[in-house]
C-alpha cells in the first residue's frame, strides 16, 4: 500500500535536508600523487568504467578528487591526483560503471612526503545497501540499486525510484513523487527533490560509514555491522561474529543484511527501515526499525545513531514552553557531528556543547554573541536559553517536529527548515 502523501512529502523534505558539502582544499602549493588501479577478477572492463579518487585530509575533509574515463583501457589504469603539499592524507580508489562501484580499495595511509603510491589492487566491493554516492552542491547523497529501482538516501531517510525512458542515460522517478527524480549520465547526474533542482551531481565513492548497530529488549540483544562482520551478541548467549555475505536493498529502500557462521550452522537476516523507532524502555528515538531473524526467530528493535535525527538540517523554533514565538525574533537550532549545538536564540548568535546519553538528550553551557534586541525579543531569547538549560530527552514528532523534553513536559518544539539552507 502506498505511503500517505503527508508521509511522501515528509520523506522528500528529509531528502532535501542540507548537509555542509566538503569542498576541495583552497589554492596552495601541491604534490602529485601517482601510481595504478587494478583488480584481480578476470573481468573486461567496458568503456563507460570510471576511475574515482578520493584523498581526505586527518580530519575527514575532502583535499582533491578525480574521476578518470577507462575509455576502453583495462586494468592496471595509471592515475595521478594534486594534493596539498605538507598534509598527511587517506587515499581511496574505485571503479564504478554506470553509478554503481563494483571495486574499491582499503584507505590508503599517505604520508606528508609521499608522491608514489604504485599499484593498489582493488577488491571487489561488499557494499551494505548503498554501492555509490553523488556529490551534490548541498552535500552528498546515498546512491543503491534494488533490481531495475534506483534508491537515493539522506541521512536516514530513503526514496524509491522507478526507472523511466530518457533520451539518455538512465533516468528514475519516484511513482507517486514524479517531481523527485534522478538522471544518471556517465559520471554525472541531475537530481531534484519535490521539484527542488539540486543541479548537477557527480558519482562519487561510497561515504565512509561507521559501525551500525540496532538492539532491542525482552530479550535483550543488539547487533553492531562493520567492515564485513555482524556481532550478535543476546542475553543468555556467547557473543558471535558472522560474516556478511550481503547486503541488498529490497524494492522497498529497506537495507537486508545477511550473515552467517557455517562452523555454527547459524545464519541471521538484518532488516533495516527507514522507519522512526523508539526504544521501549528509554524511549530514546532512532532512525530506523529493525528485524533480526534467525531460522523461526525473529527480535524487533531499534538501529541507527539518534543524533542522525538531528543533524544535517536547521531547525526552526515553533514554540518555546508551549507559547507561539514572535515572527520578528526568529530562533534557530543546528547540530554538528562533534556534539555541538548551534543557532540563533531569537537575537543572539550562540553555540555550545550537546550529549547525546542512553536515556536522552542534555545541553552544556551556552555561549552567545552580545547584541541587543527589543525586550520582547530579549525576553523570548532567554526562555529559550531556559528551556535549553532544563532538556533532557527529544523526540520527533508524527508530523516531523523535533520536541525538547524538560521536567514539566515539551520545552521548544522546531521544524526542519524547507530550503534546505545549512545552519
Known sequence: MPAPRSARLALAAALAAALAPAGPATAQEMRSLTGSATYLDRMALPPEAVLLLEATGPDGTLLAEARIPSEGRQVPIPFTLGIPSGTDATLRAGLAIEGQVLWLSDPVPVTSGATELGALVLPRFQPIGFTSALRCADGPYRLGFAGEAAVLGRGGARIVLQPVPAASGARFAAAEEPATWLWLRGDRALVSVAGAGLGQCRTALP??????????????????????SLSLARAGFEEVSLQVTDGDLSASGDIIVTASDPTRALHVVL???????RDTMSGLPHPETVALSMGDETLTGCGGDPWALLTGRTWVVEEIGGADVLEAGQATLGFDAAGRVFGNGSCNGFNGAAEMTGEGLAFGAIATTLMACPEAVMAQERRMFDA????????????????????????LTARAATDGSAP
Not at 561507521?210 to 525482552?218: M, Y
Not at 532488516?271 to 523507532?277: H, I, P, V, Y
Not at 530527552?393 to 523534553?405: N, P, R, S, Y
Open 388 to 411: 535549553l538549560a532544563g532538556v533532557y530527552a527529544f523526540d520527533i514528532d508524527d508530523t516531523g517536529a523535533l520536541v525538547l523534553i524538560g521536567p514539566s513536559g515539551p520545552a
Open 271 to 277: 532488516e533495516r527501515r527507514a522507519e522512526l523507532c
Open 207 to 228: 561515504l565512509v560509514e561507521g559501525a551500525f548497530r540496532a538492539g532491542g529488549n525482552e530479550p535483550f540483544w543488539s547487533v553492531t555491522v562493520a567492515r564485513g
